[in-house]
C-alpha cells in the first residue's frame, strides 16, 4: 500500500514537472527591470502581442536590474525585454559614450546582433537619460545648476544610488572622474526602489535619477545640467533574442507598432500614474494601447 | 497580475518541492536509520543546509542553475529535508527494539520490517516533519521573486518597491492564510495520528 | 576574481558588513530576550494567557521575512532601526516558547518540595525554576539567533547594512562574486552562533540534567 503511494506520488511529481517545463514553442517570455517605467513597457508589449499574435505572453517583469535581463536573454530564460541605448553601449557592449542617438541605435544594433544575436526593434521614442537630481534643500543652499558646480561643493553632500550605477562604465566612476567629484565619504549603495524615499528623507543629498521618473515631481527634486555631456543618450527600445525573431517574424511589425509612440513626456505620464497615483500598470498599459488605437 | 493565477503558482512550486523532499528527506532518514555511520553526517548535513540563511541559499543557488522556479524547487527542497530526515530517523529510531526483535522473529527481511512495521510506526513523526516543511515553504517561497521566480512574492515585492501596502498585503495575506489553513489541518490530523498511535 | 580576492581588496566594506550584521543580530536577540524571558515567567504564573499570546508570536513567525521588513520600510523608513524592529519581532516566539515550556515542564514535586522547605515566589522562579529551564531557554535563544542571522540578510533591502547588503547587490548586477562575499560568510556566521551556543548552553547546564538530545 505504501509503495502504491509513493510511485503515485513520484509519477505525479513527474508529470507536473514535465508539465511545467513544456509551453515553450507557443509562449514568449518578456521580462522587465525592476523600476515602473520598464515595467509598464514591458506590460505593453506583452498586452500587444496578446492582441494580435496567435502567441501566448508569459510574463517576467521587475525582474531585477539591468544585468540580471541581459543574463536571462542572453541565455534564454526570456525573449524580450525594454533596453536603452546607453545602457546598452556603456554596460553591455563597455564601449565609450556615443552622444548622438542615431549612431549610438545603429552601433548598439550592429553589435548586439553580432556579438549576442540580439535584435534591436524600434525605438518607443523616450530618452530616458540618467541625471543627477539634488534635494531642494541643497538647491535652496548651494544654487547649483550645473554638474560642474555640483563638483565644486560635492564635499559636502553624500552621494547615493542604486547598486548597478556603481558597476556601469556610464555610472559612478566615469562620473566622478570627469567632473572631479568628491563625495562626502563612501556612496550609499541602495535598492533602486529606495533611492527617492533616501533623498527625501535627507538621508542622502545627491541621486541618479531617470530622467522620466514620477518620484522626482513628488520630492521636488532639482534636476542638473550634464553640462560635459557625461551620460549618453539612453533611447528605449525592445530588444529579442534573434531565434525567437527567426520563430515568429510577425513579432518584428507587431512590436514596431510601438515606434516613436511614447516620447519623453507620454512615458513620464504613464510613470507618474504608476508610481504616484498607484494604478496597477496593467490598466495604465491597456488604456494606453486603447488610447493609441492598437488594442 | 492575477492573484489566483499567483497563488495557484505558488501553491504549486511549494508542492513539488515538498513532495521531492518527502521522497529524498524519508530516504534520507531511511538510510541514516540503517547505516550507523552515515547517519551523523546525514543529519549534520541537513541541519546546515537549514541553518544557511535563505537568502543566501537562493543566491547561490540561482548562480548554480539560474533564474527561475527550478532554481527555487531546489533551494525549497534543500530546506524542506531537515525536518522530514530528521522526524524520519527519529521516529524510527524510537520504535521499541521489542516490536524489531518481533519483526525479524516473524522472519521478515530489513526492508520489510521497514515497509510493514517501523515505517507505519514512524508516519505520526514524519508526518509532523513534513507539516513543518509545508508551513515553511509557503513562507520562504515569497522570496522566489528575487530570483525570477514566480508566486505570491511578486505582488509583495512590487508593493515594497512602490511602497504600496495594499499591494503588499495582497500577497501577505493569502500566504499567511495558507500557511494557517495548512498547519491547523495538518495539525487536526497528526493528532489524530498519535491517539492512533 | 574569486570572492576570497574579493573580500582581501574590500576589507573595509567587508568589515563594515560583518560588523554591522553582528551588530543587527546581537541587539535583536537581547531586545527579544529582555522582553520574551520575562513575558514567559508571566504566561507560566497565567497560564490562561498562554495559548493567545504564544499564538500571537507564532502568528508573527508565519508571515513571510520579505512581508514584515517591506512594512516597516513603508510606516518606519529605512534604515537600521527598522530592521531592528522587525528582527526584534522575529526573535520573540522562540525564546518566549521556550521559557514558556521551560519553565512548566519543571517537576511538579520540585516546586512543592521548594515550597515546604519555605522558598518564597522570587526564590522558587530564580533558584529552582530558572535554572532547571535554562537548558530550553538558551536552546530558544540559539534558535532565535539562526534564524535572525539569516532574516538580517533580507535588511539590506531596508538600507540597514549587513552581509545582506553584498547580497542583494550581487543579485541586482547579476554578480556572483558580490552573492558569494555576502552568502558565505553569513552561512559561517548562523553556524559559528549556533555552535558557541551550543557550547554556552552545555556549559551552564548542571551535569545533572544534560540531556542526550537537543
Known amino acids: 500500500m505504501k509503495r502504491r503511494i509513493i510511485i503515485t506520488a513520484l509519477i505525479l511529481v513527474m508529470t507536473l514537472a514535465f508539465a511545467g517545463c513544456s509551453g515553450s514553442d507557443g509562449t514568449v517570455v518578456i521580462g522587465s527591470k525592476d523600476f515602473s517605467e520598464n515595467i509598464v513597457l514591458g506590460e505593453i508589449m506583452a498586452q500587444l502581442i496578446e492582441k494580435h499574435t496567435e502567441l501566448k505572453v508569459e510574463r517576467k517583469l521587475n525582474m531585477g536590474g539591468t544585468f540580471v535581463n541581459f543574463e536571462a536573454?542572453?541565455?534564454?530564460?526570456?525573449?524580450?525585454?525594454?533596453?536603452?541605448?546607453?545602457?546598452?553601449?556603456?554596460?553591455?557592449?563597455?564601449?565609450?559614450?556615443?552622444?548622438?542617438?542615431?549612431?549610438?541605435?545603429?552601433?548598439?544594433?550592429?553589435?548586439?546582433?553580432?556579438?549576442?544575436?540580439?535584435?534591436?526593434?524600434?525605438?518607443?521614442?523616450?530618452?530616458?537619460?540618467?541625471?543627477?537630481?539634488?534635494?531642494?534643500?541643497?538647491?535652496?543652499?548651494?544654487?547649483?545648476?550645473?554638474?560642474?558646480?555640483?563638483?565644486?561643493?560635492?564635499?559636502?553632500?553624500?552621494?547615493?544610488?542604486?547598486?548597478?550605477?556603481?558597476?556601469?562604465?556610464?555610472?559612478?566612476?566615469?562620473?566622478?572622474?570627469?567632473?572631479?567629484?568628491k563625495f562626502k565619504g563612501e556612496p550609499k549603495k541602495m535598492n533602486v526602489s529606495l533611492k527617492y524615499q533616501a533623498i527625501g528623507s535627507g538621508d542622502i543629498d545627491v541621486t541618479?535619477?531617470?530622467?522620466?521618473?514620477?518620484?522626482?515631481?513628488?520630492?521636488?527634486?532639482?534636476?542638473?545640467?550634464?553640462?560635459?555631456?557625461?551620460?549618453?543618450?539612453?533611447?528605449?527600445?525592445?530588444?529579442?533574442?534573434?531565434?525567437?525573431?527567426?520563430?515568429?517574424?510577425?513579432?518584428?511589425?507587431?512590436?514596431?507598432m510601438l515606434e516613436g509612440r511614447i516620447d519623453d513626456a507620454k512615458m513620464t505620464e504613464l510613470n507618474y500614474k504608476v508610481d504616484i497615483e498607484n494604478q496597477p500598470v496593467e490598466k495604465v498599459a491597456e488604456e494606453f494601447l486603447k488610447a493609441e488605437g492598437l488594442l | 497580475m492575477n492573484l489566483a493565477a499567483l497563488t495557484i503558482e505558488h501553491m504549486y512550486i511549494v508542492f513539488i518541492a515538498i513532495l521531492i523532499s518527502v521522497a529524498v528527506g524519508i530516504a534520507l532518514g531511511v538510510i541514516a536509520y540503517w547505516v550507523r555511520i552515515a547517519d551523523k553526517f546525514i543529519l549534520w548535513t541537513v541541519e546546515i543546509l537549514q541553518t544557511i540563511p535563505s537568502l543566501a541559499l537562493l543566491a547561490m543557488l540561482m548562480i548554480l542553475f539560474g533564474l527561475g522556479n527550478v532554481t527555487m524547487i531546489v533551494g525549497l527542497v534543500l530546506y524542506a529535508l531537515m525536518p522530514i530526515t530528521r522526524n524520519t530517523h527519529t521516529g524510527l529510531s524510537d520504535v521499541s527494539p521489542f516490536i524489531k526483535d518481533a519483526a525479524k522473529g516473524m522472519g521478515m527481511t530489513r526492508l520489510q520490517r521497514l515497509i510493514k512495521v517501523e515505517l507505519p510506526l514512524a508516519f505520526p513523526l514524519i508526518f509532523s516533519g513534513i507539516k513543518i516543511a509545508l508551513v515553511n515553504s509557503l513562507s520562504i517561497a515569497v522570496m522566489g521573486v528575487l530570483i525570477g521566480a514566480g508566486g505570491l512574492g511578486y505582488p509583495i515585492y512590487r508593493g515594497i518597491q512602490t511602497l504600496n501596502m495594499k499591494l503588499i498585503l495582497s500577497g501577505a495575506i493569502p500566504v499567511v492564510l495558507m500557511a494557517l489553513v495548512f498547519d491547523f489541518f495538518m495539525s487536526k490530523i497528526e493528532r489524530r495520528l498519535l491517539r492512533r498511535a | 576574481m574569486s570572492w576570497i580576492e574579493f573580500a582581501q581588496k574590500n576589507q573595509t566594506l567587508m568589515l563594515d558588513c560583518l560588523v554591522r550584521h553582528i551588530e543587527l543580530v546581537c541587539f535583536s536577540v537581547a531586545a527579544g530576550m529582555i522582553i520574551s524571558i520575562p513575558l514567559g515567567i508571566f504566561l507560566s504564573r497565567y497560564r490562561k494567557l498562554a495559548n493567545p499570546v504564544l499564538s500571537l508570536a507564532g502568528l508573527i513567525q508565519t508571515i513571510p521575512g520579505l512581508v514584515m521588513l517591506g512594512i516597516a520600510l513603508v510606516f518606519l523608513g529605512i534604515g537600521m532601526f527598522p530592521a531592528l524592529v522587525v528582527l526584534t519581532l522575529y526573535a520573540l516566539l522562540p525564546i518566549l516558547r521556550n521559557t514558556y515550556t521551560g519553565i512548566t515542564e519543571v517537576d511538579k514535586s520540585l516546586i512543592e518540595a521548594a515550597r515546604g522547605?519555605?522558598?518564597?515566589?522570587?526564590?522558587?522562579?530564580?533558584?529552582?525554576?530558572?535554572?532547571?529551564?535554562?537548558?530550553?531557554?538558551?536552546?530558544?535563544?540559539?534558535?532565535?539567533?539562526?534564524?535572525?542571522?539569516?532574516?538580517?540578510?533580507?535588511?539590506?533591502?531596508?538600507?540597514?547594512?549587513?552581509?545582506?547588503?553584498?547580497?542583494?547587490?550581487?543579485?541586482?548586477?547579476?554578480?556572483?562574486?558580490?552573492?558569494?562575499?555576502?552568502?558565505?560568510?553569513?552561512?559561517i556566521m548562523a553556524l559559528v552562533f549556533s555552535g558557541l551556543i551550543g557550547i554556552v548552553k552545555r556549559l551552564l547546564t548542571p551535569r545533572g540534567l544534560r540531556e542526550v538530545r537537543v
Open chain 1, 73 to 181: 536573454l542572453k541565455n534564454g530564460d526570456i525573449d524580450i525585454y525594454p533596453e536603452y541605448t546607453g545602457t546598452g553601449l556603456s554596460a553591455h557592449l563597455k564601449m565609450d559614450v556615443i552622444n548622438d542617438p542615431d549612431e549610438a541605435y545603429r552601433v548598439v544594433s550592429e553589435e548586439f546582433d553580432k556579438r549576442f544575436g540580439i535584435i534591436w526593434l524600434g525605438p518607443f521614442g523616450l530618452n530616458n537619460t540618467y541625471t543627477l537630481a539634488v534635494s531642494n534643500q541643497v538647491y535652496e543652499k548651494y544654487g547649483v545648476e550645473t554638474y560642474s558646480e555640483l563638483a565644486g561643493i560635492s564635499e559636502n553632500l553624500i552621494f547615493g544610488a542604486e547598486h548597478e550605477f556603481f558597476d556601469r562604465q556610464d555610472g559612478y566612476d566615469g562620473l566622478v572622474a570627469l567632473y572631479n567629484m
Open chain 1, 208 to 256: 541618479d535619477a531617470f530622467a522620466t521618473d514620477g518620484p522626482i515631481l513628488k520630492y521636488n527634486l532639482k534636476i542638473l545640467k550634464d553640462d560635459k555631456g557625461f551620460f549618453p543618450p539612453y533611447y528605449a527600445a525592445p530588444i529579442i533574442r534573434k531565434d525567437t525573431l527567426e520563430a515568429h517574424p510577425e513579432l518584428e511589425e507587431v512590436l514596431n
Open chain 3, 117 to 187: 522547605i519555605g522558598m518564597t515566589g522570587a526564590q522558587i522562579l530564580f533558584k529552582v525554576e530558572l535554572p532547571l529551564a535554562l537548558s530550553s531557554i538558551i536552546s530558544g535563544i540559539r534558535i532565535s539567533t539562526v534564524y535572525i542571522v539569516s532574516w538580517a540578510t533580507l535588511a539590506g533591502l531596508n538600507g540597514a547594512g549587513g552581509l545582506g547588503d553584498l547580497i542583494w547587490t550581487g543579485l541586482a548586477t547579476y554578480n556572483s562574486t558580490y552573492i558569494l562575499a555576502g552568502a558565505i560568510p553569513s552561512a
